[in-house]
């Protein structure tokens, strides 16, 4: 991930500002834990506020429609998501759970007119996670 993080931000000319929204790929295709990608969270953080970047983290999308999602994945959503909220490490953090979710839906989806796979956003759901981002807020 630090390699990444190089190659895409740190080494790109005139970035100020970084949005994070990861992990959701590392629940639904292994074992990932809330511990581990907390750690992740907090190292990602930890190098581009070093590098005097303005961070913002990004919630993960609800995606209890996929057909590889399970109770336990779901506990480890939440749990990451609760702590990107409460954390501190990111300057701001945008909600884009709450931009998709199906309002009463439980466990949490996304609305089925916005994504056909139940995990990844059509047009449709971008443009909502799009109007979650206070651009005002984040970028003056």
Partial sequence: MERRLEEDVL???????VMVLIGINDILTGNATSAGLIAAHERVAGVLNGAGLVTIGGLMLPCARHRKWTAEKEAVRKEVNDWVKKSGVYHHVVDFEKAVWKEGSEPMIIK?????????????GYKAMAKAVDVVKFFK
């Fill in 11 to 17: 080494a790109v000319a005139g970035v100020k500002y």
């Fill in 112 to 124: 089925e007119e916005w994504s056909e796979d139940g995990l990844h956003p059509n047009d449709e």
